[in-house]
Nanobody, 124 residues
Framework: QVQLVESGGGLVQAGGSLRLSCAAS????????MGWFRQAPGKEREFVAG????????YYAVSVKGRFTISRDNAKNTVFLQMNTLKPGDTAVYYC?????????????????WGQGTQVTVSS
């Protein structure tokens, strides 16, 4: 069992940046691969970025590759999502996910833990 709490969301103008954080507790953080997802109103939750347990490999959706960077600090039990060159289409609630076996790259993955989400709004 691991609990996840996202923070860092807010309102920014297009072209701006935000850094999201996801703090984990209740488990050994380094035993979990992590991911970020987002969900806009009326749309399905979609994969954004993922990272392996050690941070040695990262994965990105095509829509954010080159703009977003996922990273983790296992000593602080935290995973981050640095979002640069934000676009209005990035507006969504952002969620982090943890999985003990695989990097969560699909919202349908079994046995993942999820945070409560943090709102990101990008104005044009």
């Amino acid at each position: 069992q691991v609990q996840l709490v996202e923070s860092g969301g807010g309102l920014v103008q297009a072209g701006g940046s935000l850094r999201l954080s996801c703090a984990a507790s209740g488990g050994t953080f380094s035993n979990y691969a992590m991911g970020w997802f987002r969900q806009a109103p009326g749309k399905e939750r979609e994969f954004v970025a993922g990272i392996t347990k050690s941070g040695s490999n990262t994965y990105y959706a095509v829509s954010v590759k080159g703009r977003f960077t996922i990273s983790r600090d296992n000593a602080k039990n935290t995973v981050f999502l640095q979002m640069n060159t934000l676009k209005p289409g990035d507006t969504a609630v952002y969620y982090c996910a943890a999985h003990s076996v695989v990097v969560p790259t699909s919202s349908a993955v079994s046995d993942a833990s999820w945070g409560q989400g943090t709102q990101v709004t990008v104005s044009s």
